[in-house]
């Protein structure tokens, strides 16, 4: 999201708040990526599809930019990721936010690689009603599953709608997955509201 020419002092409110969305992606990233090698053949490509996003997600929220290879770069791996979720499509309609992610991604490095060549750092606010519809969908999404994971954590408790034959470790599980899913909904909400 921010190119060479923006400058952020190390400890500027801007800076931490940018680092800490990094922090957020790759943490988010990097658990997607543990349950991709654990998880079944079934499941292993939504949580593949997760990793790419929020390690790439990571890549671009990078407050020093990530030079003049990162666009491209991210811009083609996103690509891959929404044909990769189009792929996923095959399985159900729930796949649909994977494509509605791998594109929004895509199009903010597009974003950013039109930025720089029009000599900007990053990229510019890009077509109104795009960068709208994303902001409402993410809002909505973030919305609906903070609503969600706040029930799901609700009906955890002791007695309270409890799974006969599934140990307390699925829930966790689940509900931490969930968690992840919600991080890099607002990440990709915060990447938004910066262009």
């Known amino acids: 999201m921010h190119g060479p020419a923006m400058s952020l002092s190390p ?13 957020l992606c790759a943490v988010s990233g990097t658990y997607c990526l543990l349950r991709a090698r654990r998880a079944d053949r079934r499941t292993r490509g939504a949580a593949a599809g997760e990793a790419v996003m929020g390690l790439g997600m990571a890549a671009m929220a990078v407050p020093s930019g990530t030079g003049a ?9 996103f690509c891959g990721a929404a044909l990769h979720a189009l792929w996923l499509l095959r399985g159900g309609a729930h796949h649909a936010h994977h494509l509605v992610g791998s594109l929004a991604m895509a199009y ?12 900007h750092g990053h990229g510019g606010p890009g077509l109104p009603l795009v ?11 973030v919305l609906l ?15 309270a709608g409890a799974v006969p034959g599934a140990g307390p470790g699925a829930a ?3 509900e931490l997955t969930r ?16 262009m």
């Open 11 to 23: 400890f500027s409110a801007a800076a931490v708040s940018a680092w800490l969305l990094v922090l």
């Open 179 to 194: 968690a992840c899913r919600l991080a890099m909904a607002t990440g990709m909400l915060a990447m938004l509201l910066i």
């Open 69 to 77: 290879w990162g666009p491209p770069i991210l811009l083609a791996v």
């Open 131 to 141: 960068t709208g519809a994303l902001l409402v969908y993410y809002a909505g999404y």
């Open 108 to 119: 903010m490095a597009l974003e950013v690689t039109a930025g720089a060549g029009r000599g």
């Open 172 to 174: 966790a599980a689940g």
């Open 145 to 159: 599953g903070g609503a969600r994971l706040v029930t799901a954590a609700g009906a955890a408790l002791p007695g």
